[in-house]
Each structure stands twice: as C-alpha cells, then as structure tokens.
C-alpha cells in the first residue's frame, strides 16, 4: 500500500515536469521551424494547463484573494 503511494508521489513529483518541459522544448522548436499553427498553440496551453495543476503553486499576495 505504501509502495502505491510511494510510486504516485514520484510520478506527479518528477515525471510530470519532466513532460512539461519536454512539451514545451518540442513547442519552441516547430515554432521555430514552421511557425504557430493550431498543433503547436494547443501544445502551449495544454502545458501550461498541467504545469498549473502539477507545478508550484503561485505566491499570493496578501492584498489579492
């Protein structure tokens, strides 16, 4: 049971950013070959979708809630 939950951690903890930087690796560089197109823009979002899911949590300020 621990082991599960150990295999879970490590996969959200490395994996994870690992594919949203490889996404946005292979993003930058069809771009710089072809140009955006629809492809590369949904690669884009869907990145940063998951890196908002996945990633650090954004500082708050104290003053916006």
Do not use: N
């Not at 690669?43 to 916006?64: C, E, N, V, Y």
């Amino acid at each position: 049971m621990i082991w599960k939950s150990l295999a879970r951690w490590a996969v959200a903890v490395v994996a994870v950013p690992l594919a949203i930087a490889g996404v946005r690796r292979l993003t930058d560089a069809v771009e710089g070959r072809r140009g955006s197109s629809r492809t590369t823009r949904f690669l884009r979002r869907s990145a940063d979708t998951a890196q908002s899911l996945f990633g650090r949590p954004k500082r708050r300020r104290f003053w916006r809630r």
